[in-house]
Structures are given as structure tokens and as C-alpha cells.
């Protein structure tokens, strides 16, 4: 599986390409989430080059990245999973980027985080785009608030990140995120995984988050 991750990757960006040049889009980046996978696994993309990689665990990127990236100038590392409040100040510790803002206690305590460090990562919010229960994200009608929330606690909200409803179409969720985005005049859009990066990308994806279609399955 390892040393099949680079040619994997060479294919899953030349799919990315294409799908949005079809949909008139520029080609979203393409994080490569290495959650679960060991320090070896993830080398040979960082050898092949690639620098942008999305974790779902503060403390298992925690114990991972600090030597890759000293070992590897220029790694970008994402934070795609639920994020808790108590550990907001490693998560701006250690990320670049934070996907999923989606409470006001959560802005709360990544706003204090935030100006204690001086380190502002960039930030997603994320929508709960199938209205689903047990499912992170704000709902759809929340969205403009916690937006206005977010930015008056000064965080750098880039664009709306989701994880649609599993086994369903992400077509029209996607499109859905995407009018939203619009709507709320924010450029970036998070959206798209191993099943539906393509979609995703004709779509208008900014970022597609693929994990087993590079790495192959997790255990
Ligand atoms: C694990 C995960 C991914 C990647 O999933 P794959 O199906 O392996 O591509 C993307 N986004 C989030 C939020 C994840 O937790």
C-alpha cells in the first residue's frame, strides 16, 4: 500500500484537474488526510513532494508531525476532525488550518487561543449540510450568525466546510454548501472525500479532503 501512495496521488490529482476544469473551477488542493497512518506510511508523499496534510485527532498530530515537519520544510497541516474546547490552544498550536468551527463556545475558546499566541490559522466553518443528528457542524439556518461570531471574535473565516450524509448522492449537498458559501461571500469550500473528491471538484470544491484513495483502507 505505502509505496503505491504516490502513484495514487499522481492519479487523484490529474482526476481533481479534470473534474474542475469541466466545472469551470480552479483545482481544489488536495489534502491528504493521514489519520490512523504511522509516520512511514505518510514519508513517501512527503518525499514525492507533497506538503498539505489533514489530521482528525489534535494528539495524534501531536505525536506525528513535529519531527515530519522538521524533517520536511513547508508542510501545511490541516484539522478536519471535532474539534474540543479544551484543546483548542494545541489545535492552533499545531495546525495551519482549523475545519471545523462550529460552535460558539469552540470560537470562544480558539478566539483566546488565538490571542494569547498570536498565531492566527486560518478557519473553516462547518455546516451540519444534511441536518443530521450526532453530526458536527452548525445547521443551515445558523450559519450567517456563526459566521458574524466567529468574525467578531476574530477568527479568519476562509469558506464553509461538510461532511454530507453518508451512502446519499453528495451532489446536491455539495451544490447546497456551495450556494451557501456564496451567499455568505466566502470563497473557500471544504468538501469532498475518497467516494466523491471528483464531484466535489467539479463542483467548485477549494479543498478536498482524501484519505483511502491514497492510503487505502485504514484498519
Ligand atoms: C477521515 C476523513 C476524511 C477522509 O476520508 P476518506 O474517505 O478516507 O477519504 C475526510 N474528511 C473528514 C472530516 C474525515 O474525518
Known amino acids: 500500500m505505502t509505496d503505491d501512495s504516490v502513484s495514487r496521488l499522481a492519479t487523484v490529482s490529474a482526476q481533481l484537474q479534470h473534474a474542475a476544469k469541466l466545472g469551470q473551477h480552479a483545482t481544489p488542493t488536495l489534502i491528504a488526510v493521514s489519520k490512523t497512518h504511522d509516520a512511514d506510511t ?6 514525492a513532494g507533497h506538503r498539505v496534510f489533514g489530521e482528525n485527532r489534535v494528539q495524534e498530530a501531536a505525536a506525528k508531525w513535529p519531527d515530519l515537519r522538521a524533517a520536511y520544510p513547508g508542510v501545511e497541516l490541516h484539522l478536519i476532525g471535532q474539534l474540543q474546547s479544551n484543546k483548542a490552544a494545541d489545535a492552533v498550536a499545531l495546525f495551519d488550518v482549523i475545519h471545523t468551527v462550529d460552535r460558539p463556545s469552540l470560537i470562544a475558546a480558539l478566539a ?18 444534511g441536518d443530521e443528528e450526532q453530526k458536527g457542524g452548525c445547521a443551515i439556518a445558523e450559519a450567517p450568525a456563526m459566521l458574524e461570531t466567529a468574525r467578531s471574535a476574530g477568527l479568519p473565516i476562509i469558506g464553509l466546510m461538510a461532511i454530507p450524509p453518508h451512502g446519499l448522492d453528495a451532489a446536491p449537498y455539495f451544490a447546497l454548501l456551495a450556494k451557501m458559501a456564496r451567499e455568505l461571500g466566502l470563497a473557500k469550500l471544504s468538501m469532498g472525500m475518497s ?3 471528483e464531484v466535489a471538484a467539479m463542483l467548485g470544491a ?4 482524501v484519505g483511502s484513495a491514497l492510503f487505502g483502507a485504514r484498519a
Open 112 to 129: 483566546e487561543a488565538m490571542d494569547k499566541s498570536g498565531k492566527r490559522p486560518d478557519c473553516f466553518l462547518q455546516v451540519n449540510i
Open 206 to 209: 477549494s479543498h478536498v479532503r
Open 195 to 197: 467516494e466523491d473528491y
Open 42 to 47: 505518510i514519508r513517501p508523499l512527503l518525499e
